[in-house]
């Protein structure tokens, strides 16, 4: 038997022996992104990174082929995810001159503006604002410092967090659970529907009777909930620079930061992931 045939053979035991390592990659970043990522597209960059890997590894660089081929696989992961990030720039920019607006026409009206202010705001159209409203939250990451719409880049997290960085990131994740958990029925039931259920708003809307226009309207008010909720909890500095409120928004608003204090302890959050921080099921 050839020497190429028995190297061929030992760097495919390699590959097969680390499937296992891509799997895990896999899973720890789900854990990170967006619903719609397709679990199979990334399984599928992260094995032919793995076979790559193998093909270029060299023992005499005295580096770990598992720490050599985890580096090539995450590279490949976030490319793939770059491939996904198809929200532009612009795209953004506009995301954030809209929520400056409805953030700036709350604190000046007292409740949540509808789109056609928020257009007028901005010397937009109506439908103008929902196109954005509907781009921006197809690309929408749940980031735990606000809720950020983020690049592809901003998704994966470095390895290797210390034990005081995986308790910090479980204490927050079981927050957002809890935060969502006590938003009022019709905005929890929008959240639950179209970020994690993946239902088409036609279909929210059909279910709560109300427009498309409205769930959209909802959908924005609920994920500004959740972001003052969230910040008054976790950074009280950020959750002071939004707009001072009085009267009875104020008030709903404190009584559902109270809500998700008393949701439960320290305890009770951190049940809601795996001890190596993955979410639970509900």
């Given amino acids: ?99 400056t607006a409805r953030q700036e026409l709350t604190a000046e009206l007292g409740r949540i503006p509808t789109a056609a202010e928020v257009a007028a705001h901005l010397g937009c159209t109506v439908e103008d604002i929902e196109s954005a409203d509907d781009d921006v939250a197809r690309a929408v990451v749940f980031s735990l410092q606000g809720f950020a719409t983020v690049g592809a880049d901003d998704m994966v997290t470095e390895p290797g967090a210390g034990p005081e960085e995986l308790l910090i990131r479980r204490e927050r994740l079981g927050y957002l659970r809890h935060a969502i958990d006590v938003l009022p029925d019709r905005l929890r039931a929008v959240i639950t529907g179209y970020f994690f259920e993946e239902r088409p708003m036609a279909r929210i809307a059909e279910e709560l009777g109300v427009t498309e226009s409205r769930v959209s309207q909802l959908r924005a008010e609920a994920l500004a909930l959740l972001k003052d909720g969230l910040n008054t909890h976790l950074d009280p500095a950020l959750a ?30 951190l049940a809601l992931t795996s001890p190596d921080g993955l979410p639970v099921a509900a």
């Fill in 1 to 99: 038997m050839s020497g190429a045939v028995v190297f061929d053979r030992r760097r495919e035991d390699v590959v097969r022996a680390h499937m296992p390592l891509v799997g895990h990659l896999v899973r720890e970043m789900l854990a990170r992104v967006p619903a719609h990522v397709n679990r199979d597209d990334l399984l599928s960059a992260g094995y032919a990174a793995l076979v790559a890997a193998a093909r270029g590894f060299d023992e005499a660089r005295g580096v770990p082929f598992a720490r050599f081929a985890a580096a090539r696989v995450r590279g490949a992961l976030l490319d793939e995810l770059r491939g996904l990030d198809w929200a532009s720039r612009s795209v953004r920019q506009r995301a954030r001159r809209t929520d």
């Fill in 240 to 269: 002071a620079q939004s707009p001072v409120r009085d009267g009875c928004v104020a008030r709903r608003r404190a009584a559902y930061y109270d809500q998700i204090a008393t949701r439960g302890g320290l305890r009770d959050r």
